[in-house]
Structures are given as C-alpha cells and as structure tokens.
C-alpha cells in the first residue's frame, strides 16, 4: 500500500514523491525500539524517533496518531514481546496433552529464551526498573494482556491448583517465576553472575530452567 506524501515542482518539472506506508511505519517502529533502548523513556519522543528513521516526524502522527500509539504498535510486534506460540513451540493440541508441571516450566524456558535472543527488550526491561511513565505503562499493558491470554488458553487462569494448606496460587507461582526470568534477563545486560550464577551464559541459564521445572513438578 503506497501514499502519496508529496508533489513538488523543480523548474516546471514535477515530481512525484510516492512512500510506502507499511515500510515508513515498520521503520518507525524499529526506531522507536532502538531510541528506548538506547537513550531510555526520559528521553524518547517524535523528534528523537523521526531523526533516527530518517523520516519527517508528521508521519507518526498521521499513522499513529502520535507517540502513544507508536509505542502500542512496538509492543504488539513479535519482536518486542515473545508471543503464545513462541512460548508453546508447538501446535496447541500437543501443548495440552503435557502434564501442567511440564505446561508451566516449558512455558518459563521458552520466555527466557524469548526474552534473551531479543537485545532492545532487556535494555528496555533495564530502563523499566528505574523510570515509569505514560509509554512504559503500554508496554506493562501489552505484556500483561499477552499473559493473560495464555493463561486462560492453556486453563492456568485459576486462584489455588487444589484446596487446603497445600494449595497452589497458580497465579502467584506465575508472577514469581516470570518477574524472576524478567530481572535476572535484564541484569544480564550489566552483571556476569548473580548469587554464583552465570546469567550471561547459556549453563547458566539451563540451570535456572531447570530448578524452575524441579520448583513446578514439586509444586504442582
């Protein structure tokens, strides 16, 4: 789909300027991404964004209706967020057929890895930690209607896994386990170990998966 942005004579020759808007917009997008990542939420505008997609910053306005938007359009790609079928890695009806220990901690492993491969996710989860503003709140928004979706897909929607003092608050073990994923990605970013764990390397990070699927068939 193109857009007419421009037409403007030189000499009596006129010419035609023609941009795509699904290009203009991704490029906006990408650049919003790349101004949070690096410059942080404090910093981050219109301006900031056009110069960085080299493009004329009116656009955000007529395809987003301004910086609000833009951010919403960022957090609801793939690359910003590891979706529902990044985290199952398999079709929903084979998903179903494991156990629900084996559900949550292949759930988990999967957010991790999601969240590591993606570089300008963990400096905005960083810049998270330490400023809190209209456009970081789309993105908590974002996130948290993402988890919700796939806890009622998956039925991990529920108060307590079974009744009495033994019960499980599904929900809770849940915010645990991904606030836990979340931090320790993000401090990566900026520390080699944590409590004698090598969160920048790979063995480090199977460790963790694996006492967090020990933690849910115990658990669960």
Not at 187 to 197: A, D, L, M, P, T
Request: overall charge negative.
């Amino acid at each position: 789909m193109t857009t007419i942005v421009s037409l403007y004579g030189d000499s009596g020759v006129w010419y035609k300027v023609i941009r795509d808007r699904v290009e203009t917009e991704q490029r906006l997008i990408t650049a919003a991404g790349q101004v949070l990542a690096r410059d942080g939420f404090g910093k981050l505008g219109v301006n900031a964004i056009a110069r960085q997609a080299g493009v004329d910053k009116v656009l955000i306005y007529r395809y987003f209706d301004g910086l609000p938007g833009l951010i919403k359009a960022y957090a609801k790609q793939g690359d910003f967020w590891p979706g529902v079928e990044e985290l199952m890695a398999e079709p929903l009806a084979r998903f179903r057929e494991r156990t629900k220990p084996d559900q949550m901690a292949t759930i988990m492993s999967h957010l991790a890895a999601g969240i590591r491969k993606r570089p300008l996710t963990l400096e905005i989860l960083s810049w998270e930690m330490v400023e809190r503003n209209e456009l970081t709140a789309h993105l908590e928004e974002i996130r948290e209607q993402q988890g919700l979706q796939l806890a009622a897909l998956l039925g991990l929607d529920g108060g307590a896994e079974e009744q009495g003092p033994s019960a499980v608050d599904i929900a809770a073990l849940v915010a645990i386990l991904v606030g836990s994923i979340n931090y320790l990605a993000a401090r990566s970013q900026h520390i080699q170990h944590f409590n004698g764990v090598a969160v920048q390397q790979d063995a480090g990070w199977q460790r963790l998966t694996d006492t967090i699927r020990t933690v849910c068939e115990r658990m669960l």
